[in-house]
């Protein structure tokens, strides 16, 4: 008999029949019965093929849950380095113009050249009392000044950082009256003043209530924190 997979087993089940007796007519001999075999082999499904699935399943399950699951809590670690401190200028720009409506003359003293115009304070960091640009924002800056002559008069200028001349602006007597500029970049830190101031002796730079021929002007190139 051939061997059945085992997720199956064969139920066999034998029977014998005998075929009714019958008489020879012509002979009138009874004839011996026959006996006929049936074989009914019956495939039935093994209960266990969903059990042993079911089975497979679950240890599946399990070993996810292993393999996924959070295992005990580990010991504190330990604390971190503080970062850096951030920056703390909120405004990473400035840039300032401003001019003035009125003649000066300067006297045997140095004095700060201030201004009457405002074209534009970003920030207010031009003091126009004083005549000041105060540095909030650490950096490249660029800085100009325009100023008007007087006919025969001197005129001697200074671009101030701090207490420290930057750069000069300087005029001999003349039978005309001209116009004259300077220019230059600073590199300035937290709280440096940047300012003209006229030279102690007498010197003049022109202006009318009209026109402004008078005017500085700085901005910020690039800030040293970025």
Same mark, same amino acid.
């Given at each position: ?159 101030? +950082?701090?207490? %420290?001349?930057?750069?000069? @602006? #300087? ?6 009256? $001209?116009?004259?500029?300077?220019? =230059? ?11 003209? +101031?006229?030279? %102690?002796?007498?010197?003049? @730079? #022109? ?6 021929? $008078?005017?500085?002007?700085?901005? =910020? ?6």
């Amino acid at each position: 008999m051939p061997l059945l997979p085992p997720a199956a087993t064969a139920v066999m089940t034998w029977s014998h029949r005998r075929a009714p007796q019958m008489r020879d007519q012509k002979s009138g001999l009874n004839q011996i019965p026959e006996v006929r075999t049936f074989i009914n082999m019956t495939i039935l499904k093994e209960s266990g093929t969903r059990e042993t699935a079911g089975t497979e399943g679950h240890l599946g399950s399990l070993v996810r849950k292993a393999l996924l699951g959070r295992g005990p809590m580990g010991p504190k670690g330990t604390k971190g380095q503080a970062s850096p401190p951030g920056d703390s200028f909120k405004n990473q720009d400035a840039a300032f113009s401003v001019g003035r409506r009125k003649s000066l003359h300067s006297v045997d003293y140095y004095q700060a050249l201030v201004f009457d115009t405002e074209f534009v304070n970003l920030h207010g960091h031009f003091d126009m009392f004083k005549g000041k640009f105060y540095c909030y924002v650490p950096g490249i800056y660029f800085f100009n000044i325009n100023i008007h002559t007087w006919n025969f008069k001197e005129n001697y200028l200074h671009i101030m +950082r701090n207490d %420290k001349e930057q750069a000069i @602006v #300087y005029t001999q007597p003349s039978e005309r009256s $001209i116009m004259q500029s300077q220019s =230059l970049m600073l590199p300035l830190e937290l709280s440096d003043e940047v300012w003209v +101031r006229l030279y %102690k002796r007498e010197n003049t @730079v #022109y202006s009318d209530d009209v026109d402004v021929y $008078i005017t500085f002007n700085g901005y =910020l190139i690039k800030p040293t924190l970025e």
